[in-house]
Structure formats: structure tokens, C-alpha cells
């Protein structure tokens, strides 16, 4: 099978050093053959020992997302960049932001740029999703309420209590519509209040949800 059969079925999967040298088994040296193929474009390294296929040998986009989770984890996807998958703010976010139990930590990589922020273990554990890609790989997602909860809580400097402006952050300044809010599920908004970080913040977005799903109804 040629080379690059071989690395089409891998489709948008990242691949080990170790993958990559099972692939290249028949070649006198293995290390040389994946320095060139990088140099030839045909593999681009993530991170030590982390490479993806280009899209153009699989035909299939790369997964940021599913990049994020492989690189730094335990990590699931969540902030910006989740809020902007789900079509609750309207700017496409290309850095791929997520939270993580770990340090806080900054990638600069050739496939873009990922951001890790720390979450404690009893509020990362909340509102966590799998999602599917369409080459059916999978990625972790905060849920769209869990996602607005980490912009809220992990936003530095942001401790907005009065429902007035709560309001004018998330439709002046997020410019999020309102009727992107009528479907979250305030168990999940619930559930990172009692963990009590930035709890009267999130009351106040559980109120506001509350009255626009009233009205919706």
C-alpha cells in the first residue's frame, strides 16, 4: 500500500511517533522518512511526538477541537470557542479555547493557537459533552450552558451581580441573541453555582435565562 494511502486512513486522527513509526516499518530509517515528510508537507508536528496528516492527502478538515483535547489534557474544549461552534455569539473565534484541571498553559503551533485555563476538578466536571466530527472522531465539548458558565466565571475582572449589567455584557458586549438562550438547561447553571465561584453572577444569569424562557413559552 503507498504512503499515502496509508496515512489517508488515519482521516483528521492525530498520530504518535510510535504510529507513524509502525507505518514506515519497511523504511531503513524511519526518522529520516518523517523529517521529509514534514518537509514535503505530508505531516505537520503538534507538539513532541504529535503529528497530524495533512487535509489534503485524508480530504477531511483537521478538528481543532479534537487537536485541543489530544494535545494538553485532561482538557475539554469550552469559552469562546465553543460559544462561537454553537452559534450563541456571532464571531468566529479561531483560537481553540479550553479548560483544563492542569496549569493554565498557551500553544503557538503552525495549525493555530490553543489556550488551556484552569478549572477546579468540582466545576470541570459539569456540563462536559462528546461531540462528533463528520469523519465520526469525537472531541470533548463544555454543553453551550457550561460554555457561557466558563466565559462568565473565567472572564478576569468580570463580577457583574446586577441583572442590568449582566444584560448589557451578554447582548452589548457578546452580543448574543436572546433566543439562543431560550433551550439551555438551568440544571447545568444550578450545578456550577453550588460550587460557589462567582455564585451570585451565575444567579443572575439563571434569573435572566429563567425570564426569557418564561416569555419564549
Same mark, same amino acid.
Given at each position: ?7 489517508? %486512513? ?7 511517533? %510510535? ?12 526518522? /529520516?522518512? &518523517? ?11 503538534? *507538539? ?23 494535545? #494538553? ?6 469559552? /469562546?470557542?465553543?460559544? %462561537?461552534? #454553537?452559534? &450563541? ?12 484541571? !492542569? ?20 466545576? #470541570? ?9 463528520? =469523519? ?6 463544555? %454543553?453551550?450552558? !457550561? ?5 462568565? &466565571? ?35 447553571? *444550578? ?18 435565562? =429563567? ?7
Amino acid at each position: 500500500m503507498r504512503l499515502e494511502q496509508k496515512l489517508r %486512513s488515519f482521516a483528521g486522527v492525530p498520530l504518535t511517533h %510510535s504510529i507513524l513509526l509502525s507505518i514506515l516499518r519497511e523504511y531503513r530509517s524511519p526518522n /529520516d522518512k &518523517i523529517v521529509r515528510m514534514i518537509d514535503d508537507g505530508l505531516v505537520t508536528p503538534i *507538539k513532541k511526538g504529535l503529528y497530524v496528516v495533512s487535509p489534503e492527502i485524508t480530504g477531511i478538515p483537521l478538528s481543532l477541537p479534537l487537536v485541543a483535547n489530544l494535545l #494538553y489534557g485532561p482538557s475539554y474544549v469550552s469559552m /469562546d470557542y465553543a460559544l %462561537s461552534l #454553537y452559534g &450563541i455569539i456571532p464571531e468566529r473565534v479561531i483560537e481553540v479555547t479550553s479548560m483544563t484541571t !492542569k496549569r493554565g498553559k498557551v500553544y503557538e503551533l503552525p495549525v493555530g493557537r490553543f489556550s488551556y485555563t484552569h478549572s477546579q476538578p468540582e466545576l #470541570y466536571s459539569i456540563g462536559i459533552v462528546r461531540v462528533e466530527n463528520p =469523519d465520526k472522531t469525537g472531541f470533548l465539548m463544555a %454543553s453551550p450552558e !457550561k460554555a457561557l458558565c466558563d466565559k462568565l &466565571i473565567f472572564t478576569r475582572n468580570l463580577n457583574v451581580r446586577s441583572k442590568r449589567a449582566l444584560h448589557e455584557l451578554l447582548f452589548d458586549d457578546l452580543r448574543i441573541d436572546e433566543d439562543a438562550l431560550v433551550h439551555l438547561n438551568p440544571e447545568v447553571i *444550578k450545578a456550577c453555582m453550588a460550587v460557589k465561584v462567582k455564585a451570585d453572577m451565575l444567579h443572575a444569569l439563571l434569573e435572566l435565562i =429563567d425570564r426569557i424562557q418564561r416569555e419564549a413559552s
